[in-house]
């Protein structure tokens, strides 16, 4: 079959063809994200998805065909989501008695919700769609705006978005330097859907040829940006800064026993005291040692003997900085405290020396929607802090003692593109503590460690992260992972910090330049509706 065929097949078809086509090539495109990485497989994806949208028309006109092509990008969306999500169930096996029936809900409830704005964006691209090669530009316009609502709306859920194809090969992913992933999101639209033009019966010879070769070009141009980038930047490190950042691989279970408490730290002190070589004794040369996100399963403000314990370990000159649950004066009219998830900075002495709190929280992982009304039903968040997690105020950078300003970000917290500095003081390198064991051997370790690589290349910054069960790594400002230690393994990782990048043009011109890009794009397909009419036919 011809690709002139293929398309017109795809453009006719309907029922449950259309749906098992939307699906499927949805699902087949979340193979372009980590761990897998075959990002050609969008070259397939977009453009059966642009010719499905072409068929739209067939719903009759007006607003049913601008609704076929939001049932059209629901099914897209859900599948890619599903595809690319369906790890976040295990996390409601942790715990399998108490959470294990909502693991249907939640893993079909979330790929469904997300799918919504993979629906909107259809259906705008749909409303601004004109022939030919044209409407590669409505679909990249409506798909990039989708994503980044998504990304925003609701406190936001950006994982996964279409730019993080390009950013698994180092000298692609130098391009988030200039536009971020949500820039990215438009490029990688606009040249994966290009084989469009080579099943347009219409389309003359050139522009089959053109606008394929211009897409490639394009890729390659970008390419040369990023190796350019690299081989131009001379990564230094900062002097007399040694890390020794701790993995300890607490299974997750165990992480919420109180009754764990001395197995739990004597893991840690036994870790940060390792000898990993003949000339690395212990905490002998380590300047900041760092443990994971919520290390303990109690507060550790409220225990003075653990305290005492972390004291005797650390000693003189070297700080500690860890993850931890932090209690604090209730609500009025309320009992129960509130509790942040933050990080501790601690000194030789025990003495917590400054906190930075959680600012963006996890949805029904660290907080319920609708708090008192769902737990007068029984629900809980996952976490099993009554109550849910309380957030912090804003960003902060921390000047911590022998060490340049760090900028602590918890979790999930790295993965928002734009939003993981401070306003008022630019860190000099970003922590990451997370946890990750919640999900096991899974794809969303692998997913979570890539976007925290595109947050430094983002911001021209060095990563530290320091993951319960892993992937704990030091990653410098290109987005190159130097050292890491394996996802599952518990081992301490010892390593010198890369000096900051000068702020990168994304970190001074944020999302700017993508929306004048977009409105561009809008001036563009409006000033040529005008000519033939607005209508999506």
């Known amino acids: 079959m011809t690709v002139g065929g293929l398309a017109r097949t795809v453009i006719l078809a309907w029922g449950w063809k259309r749906t ?57 969306g859900f599948g890619y989501h599903l595809a690319g ?62 994503e980044f609502l998504r990304g925003t709306v609701l406190t936001g859920f950006p994982w996964n978005l279409y730019g993080y194809a390009l950013t698994q090969y180092v000298w692609l992913a130098q391009g988030a330097a200039l536009v971020g992933v949500y820039g990215l999101t438009l490029i990688t639209i606009l040249v994966f859907a290009a084989p469009t033009v080579m099943g347009d019966e219409e389309a003359t010879p050139t522009v089959r040829f053109a606008v394929p070769t211009g897409a490639v070009l394009s890729l390659m141009c970008l390419a040369l940006f990023g190796g350019w980038r690299v081989s131009a ?101 309320r009992s129960e405290p509130r509790v942040f998830n933050s990080a501790y900075v601690i000194d ?13 929280l996890v949805p029904f992982g660290e907080y319920l929607p609708f708090q008192e009304r769902l737990e007068s039903l029984g629900l809980e968040a996952i976490t099993r802090q009554r109550g849910g997690f309380s ?28 939003a993981a500095t401070a306003a008022d003081l630019r860190p000099q390198w970003l922590l990451n503590l997370t946890n990750d064991a919640w999900f096991g051997f899974t794809p969303g370790p692998f997913q979570h460690m890539h976007q925290t690589a595109v947050r430094a290349i983002e911001e021209g910054l060095p990563v530290i992260r320091a993951a319960n069960s892993g992937i704990s790594g030091v990653v410098d400002p290109l987005g190159r992972t130097l050292r890491a230690l394996p996802l599952g393994t518990r081992d301490v990782l010892d390593a010198d910090l890369p000096k900051a990048l000068q702020p990168t043009f994304f970190a001074r011109a944020g999302h700017v330049p993508l929306a004048v890009a977009a409105l561009g794009l809008v001036l563009i397909l409006l000033r040529r509706s005008r000519r033939t009419g607005l209508h999506p036919t």
């Open 20 to 76: 098992g086509l939307a699906f499927g090539t949805g699902a087949l495109a979340a193979f372009a994200m980590p761990p897998f990485g075959v990002f050609p497989v969008l070259a397939v994806s977009f453009p059966v998805l642009v010719w499905l949208l072409d068929g739209a028309s067939a719903a009759g006109g007006g607003w049913r065909t601008l609704l076929a092509a939001g049932r059209t990008g629901w099914w897209f």
């Open 85 to 146: 999500l369906w790890w976040v169930g295990a996390a409601f096996l942790v715990e399998a008695d108490r959470f294990a029936w909502l693991l249907p809900a939640a893993v079909m409830l979330l790929p469904a919700g997300l799918a919504l704005f993979t629906a909107f964006g259809a259906m705008v691209a749909r409303l601004l769609w004109r022939p030919g090669a044209r409407r590669i530009l409505a679909l990249a316009l409506g798909l990039t705006l989708a």
């Open 391 to 418: 957030a912090g105020d804003r960003r902060r950078t921390l000047l911590v003692p022998g060490i340049p300003p760090v900028g602590i970000l918890i979790c999930y917290e790295v993965i928002f593109p734009g």
């Open 348 to 360: 030789h002495h025990g003495v917590i020396n400054q906190t930075y709190d959680k600012v963006h």
């Open 233 to 333: 930047t001379e990564i230094a490190f900062v002097p007399g800064v040694k890390l020794r950042i701790v993995q300890p691989a607490i299974p997750q279970d165990q992480r919420f026993r109180p009754e764990a408490r001395d197995e739990i730290l004597a893991r840690y002190a036994e870790l940060s005291d390792k000898a990993t070589s003949p000339e690395r004794s212990g905490l002998r040369d380590v300047t900041h040692l760092i443990w994971p996100e919520s290390a303990f399963p109690f507060f550790l403000i409220w225990d003075r003997e653990a305290l005492s314990k972390i004291a005797d370990l650390i000693p003189p000159g070297v700080t500690l900085i860890t993850g931890a649950a932090r209690p604090d004066e209730p609500l009025p009219g």
